[in-house]
């Protein structure tokens, strides 16, 4: 082997056993070294505030909340861990070992399965706040949320444990050379990650916020005719609270831009596109962990408030978790 080629290699020193350094053209260089980086530090950074404004505030301190506390703690362990071993992966070589890499990966796993387990109980959470608003305070309280909270991450650990058990168990079987990180699944544990982490949320969303949607126009129907009739005038009592209402339309938005995201990065897997093709389908799930944290700024007043707190270090003073933001 002459010195150029060895130059190529992650490890030098031992020869065919060692893999290439990877080469990437122009826009996979675009794509990891400016994109990602960006954000990366982004995601960490916005989603902080809402886990800081969550946990300070106790006016925040709701169910709903609590549910996106939980989204932004997985959207910040992918800004933390996820998106620096993509960068990591795509534009050098791996160091740290074949258990390391197969831990990493079942972190990854985790988060996103995670983030999808959230998704699903916000859908279920405004379901119930829509479709029997009399009852919602006493069917959702914080300590129920709490204990969904806590199925959902457990769920997701052993779910990924299931699907990446040959990965885990086996570290060193995934990889064909050293300086590589790559995960291997097996058929079975395939198809039940397509039908746990994406057919089977994907069609309780859906059929959730469907619901939303038709008792939601009903009852702004109802709404608007309500002096026209003694029978809407009583039935206006069933209605869902005006706040409800618009909390149902923003985490609305925050469910269709997780399907955006979503739908097309699992069915190009699927399809086995090209790995350009798959390099940006992929920026563009990861994209998601991002985008929630302006949503909440954009149709929150409360959110700005918090966060411009924060962002002044005015949470510092005594008694500011009882400031009034809403």
């Known amino acids: 082997m002459d010195t150029d080629e060895q130059s190529d290699l992650c490890f030098p020193q031992l020869g065919n056993i060692s893999c290439r350094k990877p080469k990437s053209d122009w826009s996979q260089s675009f794509l990891f070294i400016v994109l990602l980086p960006t954000t990366c530090i982004f995601t960490v950074l916005l989603n902080l505030l809402v886990v800081i404004s969550i946990s ?6 709701t169910p709903t909340n ?15 861990v996820g998106m620096p071993i993509v960068i990591t992966k795509s534009i050098s070589c791996w160091f740290l070992g074949d258990i390391a890499c197969s831990l990493m990966n079942y972190l990854i796993f985790i988060c996103q399965s995670a ?45 990924c444990g299931i699907v990446l058990r040959e990965e885990l168990a086996h570290p060193e079987n995934g990889n064909t050379c050293l300086g590589e990180c790559v995960y291997h699944i097996d058929i079975i544990g395939g198809i039940l990650d397509v039908i746990v982490n994406f057919l089977l949320p994907l069609g309780i969303i859906v059929i959730l916020y469907t619901r939303v949607f038709v008792v939601a126009v009903s009852q702004a129907r109802a709404t608007r005719s309500r002096n026209k009739c003694v029978e809407l005038q009583h039935s206006v009592l ?19 831009v997780f399907l955006m995201c979503f739908c097309p990065y699992n069915i190009v897997s699927l399809m086995a596109y ?13 994209m998601n962990s991002c985008v929630n944290p302006l949503i909440y700024a954009v149709f929150y007043p409360c959110f ?10 005015r949470v510092l003073q005594p008694g500011s978790c009882n400031a009034n933001i809403l």
């Open 238 to 256: 069933f209605r869902a609270k005006k706040s409800e209402l618009k909390a149902a339309k923003t985490l609305g938005i925050v469910v269709l």
């Open 304 to 313: 700005r408030r918090a966060f411009k707190h924060i962002v002044t270090l």
């Open 274 to 286: 090209h790995e350009i093709v798959m390099n940006y389908v992929g920026y563009l799930y990861i």
């Open 115 to 159: 983030s999808v387990g959230n998704m699903v109980l916000i859908s279920a959470d405004r379901f119930v706040a829509i479709c029997d608003p009399l009852h919602y305070t006493a069917k959702v309280t914080v300590k129920k949320i709490k204990i969904c909270i806590c199925l959902c991450w457990c769920a997701a650990v052993i779910h």
């Open 56 to 61: 300070h505030f106790r006016q925040l301190y």
């Open 66 to 80: 609590l549910l996106l506390l939980s989204l932004a703690v997985s959207d910040v362990l992918v800004g933390l």
